[in-house]
Nanobody, 125 residues
């Protein structure tokens, strides 16, 4: 069983930056897909970004964050999300997720096996 713990959320003004980190434990997840999702009040969980494995490889981004957010695998068990040019509509709880990779990228929340507790990101206008 993989445990995920997010950190780095907080309050920032529009146009600012935040960096989220997610640490995995329980097993090595270098070959896992690791990703970020977010959920705003009253909305469905939304795909933000995912990295197919630790070696870098394929990275996908949601349309609303592409060009502003960057996902990186800092080591075999840590994934980060650098968020730049933040907008009020980026306000949400951000969740780290992981699932074994079979070579194809996954972007649906239902495809991910393990989830963190979430970290709040609030962007003020």
């Amino acid at each position: 069983q993989v445990q995920l713990v997010e950190s780095g959320g907080g309050l920032v003004q529009a146009g600012g930056s935040l960096r989220l980190s997610c640490a995995a434990s329980g097993r090595t997840v270098g070959s896992y897909i690791m990703g970020w999702f977010r959920q705003a009040p009253g909305k469905e969980r939304e795909f933000v970004a995912a990295s197919i494995n630790w070696s870098g490889g394929i990275k996908y981004y949601g349309a609303s964050v592409k060009g502003r957010f960057t996902i990186s695998r800092d080591n075999a068990n840590t994934v980060s999300l650098q968020m730049n040019s933040l907008k009020p509509e980026d306000t949400a709880i951000y969740y780290c997720a992981a699932t074994p990779s079979i070579g194809t990228m996954k972007t649906q929340a239902s495809d991910f096996e393990s989830w963190g507790q979430g970290t709040q990101v609030t962007v003020s206008s």
